[in-house]
């Protein structure tokens, strides 16, 4: 299943997603997340727009996932990693990592290592962390991310120029409940609606399988991909196959892609190989002893030597060697060392040995070899580091692919998933069986024989797909009762995994109302059949408790519709009157064919001609007879027959859900986020609304003095309009160095505003005179051609019926008039000074064009849709003469228009397709297409937009 991504056409790609407007003010873009922990990557899908990368301000693809706070000012990207090498306790990345998790976990703990200067303190109600920034703010993981993702919001919005509500975000598909819970909640607090978390994996398996839809079979081949991220690493198994599903009623063959296997190490990936590096520069200068203080205990040196770290281990994956180098380290000491390839590998030979473990954990869970493994792909940027490729490569025994786009793949992946999901597009149906890494049982207590022992229910299996419903029925329970929701045995995952999934318990289940509802069925003479709890996963691998119910049965006895007292009636009556002519219309009834001829998707093979009424001659006789019998037996019963039914009767049962572990934020907590959030947007959009109006102020300043100084613009205004408009810029320009420099956009705006008033009438001149020459020699170009024309025209109308004389008529006085019209304004500015205001504008020019233009294009269409008259011989030598002048009449147009529309500027052609303003009386014009079409009409035409 070899293809290049890449190397898709755009045209292959829009046979994939179909888009179709909802409704012009209807919002239809979607969009997706790759969040990592490292970077993001966001892609749209929106009318017009294939599967794209949205670019951010930098016009780069990715962005990384760092926010600053620095005098009250919000950063994002790459402009907070500027500011993190200079303050890095208020610069704060790799967020990810700690969502959903209090302060003991071991990840937690890592974290704080790794980066001691930051303040993390632990939220015990929520049993979860918070960074304090200084003694009055704090930021939880989730607002972070919720700040970060409200800036990818923003990419998407402007890449697709307009709003966005909708996503679907990748995950890590190891994050358990309470992770995921979080970043769901992540995503709202930001102004998301979550479409969907997809796991990262899926998400590429998607993007893999849609861009070798074709190479998919129906028999199953299997792919393992291999993505190493910033700080971990998964290998994923999956089967392609295409099967057959039910679809509105049908059978459809479509592709799917199931996760069968997945390995992963939480903290193997580039991360911890660069903080590694990280250290070593730092040791290597404190051993050259050049300043007392070390290195180790600088927070501002070590983001240094952070992000010097990160360069060289990128550059170190394409070349053998490197120098390191850093400007005033610290004491105004700079620093520079040669790092080889083989001293990075050196420093980091434990991490290489665990390369290999997610593959060996994802063949065990799937159950396969690598003998069946097609390819094995390689996804992630720490997958380019050579050490990594070459220890993988001997493992598997395979070439390793490398024909998906290691950091994108994810996000498009996800972009199609959002297309899917989303409400205005169509999206050519692609199935996707996500599988459950952590079983999850049910455990609840039986008292027997007076003795109290715990009983295991699993609830989904280690592996299971998603989504998925499940039913856990309770018979055994006559009183209220408390059950629990954990995770079920881990033993396949080494034990650092386990610790670092957290609380094991997912919550607690507390059902009342049990016996009362058990003694109201029994009055009713119901027999229980127990307490049945609905769970399901969803699309996002969330665990919801969805409905608890008492189920009950009861045996009713009712009489038979059919042979009640009143259809024996009918039936007698019937039989009494119509003797046996019951039983050919009940016939008649059953052999009735159905009214659409359906074909299902799967058939059966036909048989031979006379085989096949052989059958059907048989196959009607047996209906035929059974529905004569059926009839008799019928009409015959006298007595009433009674049925026994079983009734189901449900009752629901109250139910309280506690959930146990980290807690997403609710109640105040919640409120108090969503209104510290609001409060810093608010603030960035005044702050860019304000500097976008400073900086439109002062260039249309510049601009101004400059257009005034040359001698076009100074000859187009009076002597007046130049002393206020230069009084103004220098006023403007004194105020915005001294007071103005810290007013409010509202104040820019307005003197922005006062100085346009005073300049756009001059400018307006300049423009005009410009670009009437243009429109000027069009106009000539046009008379001339029409000239010809009409005189060809007037010539076929005497020849032949094509042209009636009213028509040649009119068309001469339209000429007539352009060519009246042209000579004044000619005329007129000749004589005007170009410091008055223009009294004939280029728009108005071309509006008195499009009249004459619209009078030749409809006798053009009218002679190309003519057809002549078959008539007797005698006739021919005048259609062949019609005929010639029709050819000479369209050359001649087709000159007319090309010298007309020679060159035309940009604002011409804008002028040249605005509506026409004046109003003429015209008959019904006949477009190319042969229909009627009145002068002004416009055509509805329905579009489906391809992507």
Known sequence: MEFTQRGMSMASLALLVLATFVGVSEQVAVMSVDLGSEWMKVAIVSPGVPMEIALNKESKRKTPVTIAFRDGERSFGEDAQVIGVRFPQNTFFYILDLLGKPIDNPLVQLYRERFPYYDIVADDERK?????????????????????????????????????????????????????????????????????????????????????????????????????????????????????????????????????????????????????????????????????????????????????????????????????????????????????????????????????????????????????????????????????????????????????????????????????????????????????????????????????????????????????????TFNKHTNDFDFNVNYAELDYLPDSEVISIGDLHIATVSLSGVAEALEKHSNEGAESKGIKVHFNIDDSGVLNLMTVELVSEKTSTVVDEEEGTFSILGSTISKFFAGSSLEKETVEKTEEPPKEDIKPVHEEPELPESAKETDEKEKKKSETKANEEKAVNKTEKTDKEKKSTIVQIKEPIRSEEIRLGSQILSGDKLVESRDKIHRLDVHDSEKTRRETALNNLESYVIDAQQKFDSEEFSSAATEKEIENIQKACAEISEWLYEDGFTATAEVYEEKLMELQKLTNDVYERVFEYRDRPEVLNGMVSLLKGSRLFFENMRNLSVTSDVITPVEVETLEKTINETQDYYEMISKYFEDAPLNIPVRYKVRQIANKMELLDREIKYLVNKVKIWKPKQEAAANQTTDSKAERTIEENEESVADAEDKAEEQPSDKLKEQLQEPVTETTEDPVRLPESGKPQLPNEELEEETHQEL
Do not use: W
């Open 128 to 472: 979860t962390i918070a960074f304090r920034l200084n003694e009055n703010t704090t930021y939880t993981p989730e607002e972070l991310l919720a700040q970060i993702l409200h800036k990818g919001k923003e990419m998407a919005e402007i890449a697709a120029h307009q709003k966005i509500n909708e996503a679907v975000i990748t995950v890590p598909g190891f994050f358990n409940q309470a992770e995921r819970r979080a970043l769901i909640q992540a995503a709202e607090l930001a102004g998301l609606k979550v479409l969907q978390l997809i796991n990262d994996y899926m998400a590429v398996a998607l993007n893999y399988g849609v861009f070798g839809r074709t190479e998919i079979n129906d028999s199953a081949h299997y792919i393992m991909f291999y993505d190493m991220g910033a700080s971990s690493t998964t290998a994923t198994v999956v089967s392609y196959q295409n099967m057959k599903m039910k679809e509105r009623g049908y059978l459809e063959t479509n592709p799917h892609v199931s996760v069968l296997g997945v390995g992963y190490d939480r903290t193997l990936g580039g991360l911890e190989m660069q903080i590694r590096l990280q250290h070593y520069l730092a040791r290597e200068f404190d051993a050259l002893k050049k300043t007392p203080n070390s290195v180790l205990k600088s927070p501002r040196a070590m983001a240094k030597l952070f992000k010097e770290a990160g360069r060289v281990k990128t550059v170190l994956s394409a070349n053998a060697d490197h120098f390191a180098q850093i400007e005033s380290l610290i004491d105004d000491i700079d620093f520079k060392l040669q790092v080889t390839r083989e001293k990075l590998e050196e420093i980091c030979a434990d991490l290489f040995k665990r390369v290999t473990n997610p593959v060996k954990i994802a063949l065990e869970t799937s159950g396969l070899t690598m003998d069946v493994i097609s390819h094995v792909v390689l996804v992630g940027a720490g997958t380019r580091m050579p050490k990594v490729q070459e220890t993988l490569s001997q493992y598997v025994k395979t070439e390793l692919s490398k024909n998906v786009n290691t950091d994108e793949a994810a996000a498009l992946g996800a972009a199609y998933k959002a297309a899917d999901l989303g409400q205005g597009f169509k999206v050519k149906k692609f199935v996707t069986r996500d599988a459950l890494l952590f079983p999850i049982q049910i455990t609840f207590d039986r008292t027997v024989d007076n003795k109290v022992r715990q009983v295991k229910k699993m609830l989904f299996n280690k592996m299971n797909n998603f989504p998925q419903k499940k039913i856990i």
